[in-house]
């Protein structure tokens, strides 16, 4: 009696391990849920914020075009323009996106960086009449648009989790994407290591953190030989 007494006991303290764990296990969950549930509407709001900016960015010179606003009235709320899409674009740096998804806020923010110093130059092409500039702004264009391509099946790869698909296909990845274009994302994911885990010295305040940075590092690397061409 006593021996099956202490086997129901072992057999209690057993279950509530196993089901102290499954809650755990949920809870770890959920919270990771939660977060990347935070991460995806702040990521879809600064996305709709840069539509939002851009579709207006082009009405208006439409309005100016047609003559419902003059050039001065143009080139003052392209001052503006700036000024707002600036405050976006250093929203992703607030985003604490998870590791899958890091790659994916360079790119998108490389594209909004590259759509901004698109605008520069077309606003330069409005106020000098400098065609240099509005060939220049319409390569951008191009460069920011192939970068948000990059980004969102980076994206979506990170969602499924997993670099190809179940019947073993290669994830497919954009086309026209250029060495070029690959080695400055790299760059940019390796610069991101640097301010991440060294100090103001460029140095690291302990072994672990070097040991980090050398697996973000790595990372990067990998990322590059994964997409290059």
Not at 4 to 23: E, R, V
Not at 49 to 57: D, H, V
Not at 100 to 109: E, G
Not at 204 to 217: H, L, P, R, T
Request: net charge negative; charged share 30%; with cysteine.
């Amino acid at each position: 009696m006593k021996k099956k007494k202490i086997q129901n006991i072992i057999i209690l303290s057993i279950a509530i391990i196993i089901i102290g764990a499954i809650i755990a296990y949920n809870y770890s969950v959920d919270t990771t849920k939660q977060k990347g549930l935070q991460f995806g509407n702040e990521l879809s709001q600064i996305e709709n914020e840069l539509s939002e900016i851009q579709n207006k960015f082009y009405s208006e010179k439409t309005k100016w075009a047609e003559g419902d606003i003059s050039k001065e009235e143009l080139l003052k709320f392209y001052e503006e323009h700036i000024d707002n899409f600036q405050k976006i674009i250093s929203k992703y740096d607030k985003l604490t996106p998870p590791e899958l998804f890091q790659s994916s806020v360079i790119l998108l923010k490389m594209s909004a960086e590259t759509q901004l110093e698109s605008d520069l130059q077309f606003i330069d092409w409005i106020k000098t009449g400098n065609e240099a500039s509005k060939i220049r702004s319409d390569t951008l264009i191009q460069e920011a648009y192939e970068y948000q391509n990059l980004g969102l099946v980076e994206f979506q790869t990170a969602k499924v989790g997993i670099k190809h698909y179940v019947g073993g296909e290669k994830f497919e990845e954009p086309q026209g994407v250029s060495p070029q274009q690959v080695l400055q994302v790299s760059e940019k994911m390796k610069k991101q290591c640097n301010e991440q885990f060294k100090n103001e010295s460029g140095e690291f305040d302990s072994s672990e953190i070097e040991i980090e940075w050398f697996n973000c590092n790595n990372k990067a690397e990998e990322w590059k030989k994964e997409h290059m061409p």
